[in-house]
């Protein structure tokens, strides 16, 4: 059973930094990605950023240069550091780990990121 834990959301005014971890406990293959989506409220779920366990990383336009994603492989912990937020990067964060042997998505639980003054 894959559990994925999130931490580090809150409220932050704009210009600020906020940085999200998600440790990814249970059995899989080392052969992932392991990312961020996000959800606003009326709008769909987008990816954010994203790191394959080769070290490729790819970032949604609206995040590049302001959001950094990073991992621990001997932790199985992923993060992102978020830097010069806006208020249109509030929403519901979730990390997500996927499988590419077997096409599965696991999801955490999301954690709110919220971006006013």
């Known amino acids: 059973q894959v559990q994925l834990v999130e931490s580090g959301g809150g409220l932050v005014q704009p210009g600020g930094s906020l940085r999200l971890s998600c440790a990814a406990s249970g059995s899989f293959v080392r052969s992932n990605a392991m990312g961020w989506y996000r959800q606003a409220p009326g709008k769909q779920r987008e990816l954010v950023a994203r790191?394959?366990?080769?070290?490729?990383?790819n970032y949604a336009d609206s995040v590049k240069g302001r959001f950094t994603i990073s991992r621990d492989n001997a932790k199985n912990t992923v993060y992102l550091q978020m830097t010069s937020l806006k208020p249109e990067d509030t929403a519901v964060y979730y990390c997500?780990?996927?499988?590419?042997?077997?096409?599965?998505?696991?999801w955490g639980q999301g954690t709110q990121v919220t971006v006013s003054s």
């Open positions: 997500n780990l996927y499988i590419y042997s077997s096409d599965v998505s696991y």
């Open positions: 790191t394959i366990s080769g070290g490729r990383t």
